[in-house]
């Protein structure tokens, strides 16, 4: 009797796990099965031979040369890939969602609830161009971020480090003169109540602002150790914070499981920001080849932008800013081969500011790296491997999983591309036209297959 019970319960247990089987095909969770697709896996392999790639739910759940059955009833959408090529979605390491669709004056002192709508239309044109996810280096993001989180806005995953932390004068100290002396505990910028970037000028102020980032959701702490371009008060030579005070983000970074980005151009910034414990460099194109060997050494991250020319011409002739620029453009190919030389770690971003223009060139701007990359290592580069720089989040990753690859077990973030993008990147750069699919955490925002 006793054993009957247990075979009757068995069976039930059987019964209710084939159930939940199908409920689990027919129910929440979305199934996508792309057909006949060559996959360009992020990892820089050459296409595969024909494939099927099932997606459940946001997870890649198999890939199979056979075919793989479906429920062909149920709601399952069927992708014809018709020998097209399935690659993960695009990755910049280097965004600033906030900071694209608005003018610098209006990102300071306009009003934050219409910068807020500018920036998440922005991040809806982000995610057609097939980039599903950016690391947000520097800005008031964490509202945007959570707003596509929670489907109210379609845009990338999104990375963020919040307000940029920089010392008085530095790079991100976008106040006036006018606004000087500043009392330590006094009134705050408006700069700071924005979030946008936060002065802090001892090591004690600067774990306070770290933290403030880090309870806001930051995934990664941005701090600027030199000078910069764009801020007026800021000296391309110069070194900001001292060691102590760049080690005190490091170590609160650190204590929440994550790390510091520092932005640094030359050998100075970049070895005290090394010696302090940062673990990934923001341009260094002014670095010599002692701290190319040094990064490399140490296996430290450099993430590096090939800054298109018109960037550099948008300053005005004779402006601070255009003489500034013209020190940093021509170190840009010097750093690209430093990089290139001591098989330095070297993600990709764009850092596009204050331009929907030069934003809609993202994957031109990718593309632009075959000035020194092949096809094949450049798409790497903006997919796996930058994959590989968002893990170093850590418990902060706000998105745990695989990004940037595609394999079993990773999560889905697919583009379907018109053609063979290692033959001809440039298809990269016509997303509206070559982008047939985008996918991203296994739902499709645009799906033209069968047109
Ligand atoms: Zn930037």
Redesign the pocket.
């Given at each position: 009797m006793f054993h009957r019970a247990c075979t009757i319960l068995a069976l039930i247990n059987l019964v209710s796990a084939a159930a939940f089987a199908q409920d689990r095909d027919a129910g929440s969770e979305a199934i996508t099965l792309f057909e006949n697709v060559r996959i360009f896996d992020g990892k820089g392999a050459p296409l595969s031979a024909a494939m099927n790639v099932l997606v459940r739910g946001n997870v890649i759940d198999r890939i199979s040369k056979d075919p793989i059955p479906v429920n062909r009833s149920l709601a399952t959408s069927i992708i014809a890939g018709d020998g097209r090529t399935l690659m993960p979605g695009l990755i910049d390491a280097?965004w600033?969602a906030m900071l694209i669709a608005t003018d610098p004056a209006e990102a300071i002192t306009g009003d934050v609830g219409y910068n807020n709508l500018l920036a998440a239309d922005e991040a809806t044109g982000t995610l057609m161009r097939g980039f599903t996810t950016v690391r947000d280096?520097?800005g008031p993001v964490f509202g945007l971020k959570r707003a596509i989180d929670e489907g109210i806005v379609n845009g990338p995953r999104i990375f963020p480090s919040g307000a940029m932390i920089t010392v008085t004068s530095g790079h991100g100290d976008f106040r006036q003169l006018s606004e000087l002396p500043r009392i330590v505990g006094g009134q705050l910028s408006r700069m700071e109540q924005i979030g946008g970037s936060m002065v802090a000028d001892s090591p004690d102020e600067v774990r306070l602002r770290v933290r403030e980032q880090l309870m806001q959701g930051a995934s990664q702490i941005k701090l600027t150790a030199g000078g910069g371009v764009s801020s007026p008060f800021s000296p391309i030579d110069v070194s900001t914070f001292t060691e102590a005070e760049l080690h005190a983000a490091v170590e609160a970074a650190e204590n929440w499981g994550t790390y510091v980005t520092a932005h640094a151009f030359t050998p100075a910034a970049i070895q005290r920001a090394i010696a302090a414990g940062v673990t990934c460099i923001e341009h260094g194109f002014l670095m010599d080849e002692a701290t190319a060997k040094l990064i490399a050494a140490k296996g430290i991250w450099l993430s590096l932008q090939p800054l298109p020319e018109e960037l550099r011409q948008g300053f005005p002739v004779g402006s601070i800013q255009r003489i500034k620029a013209d020190q940093i453009w021509p170190g840009i190919a010097r750093t690209y081969e430093l990089a290139k030389k001591y098989k330095i770690k070297t993600a990709w971003g764009t850092?596009v500011l204050f331009s929907r223009a030069l934003a809609k060139r993202q994957g031109a701007i990718l593309a632009s790296l075959t000035r020194w990359y092949t096809a094949a290592e450049a798409l790497a580069m903006a997919t796996g491997v930058n994959g590989e720089l968002l893990a170093m989040a850590g418990k902060r990753n706000p998105y745990p999983g695989k990004l940037g690859i595609i394999e079993e077990g990773a999560l889905a973030d697919l583009l379907l591309v018109d053609g063979d993008p290692l033959a001809n990147i440039n298809l990269i750069a016509e997303p509206a036209k070559n982008f047939v699919v985008i996918m991203k955490d296994g739902k499709i925002y645009k799906n033209t297959s069968s047109h």
């Open positions: 280097h600033h280096v520097g850092d």
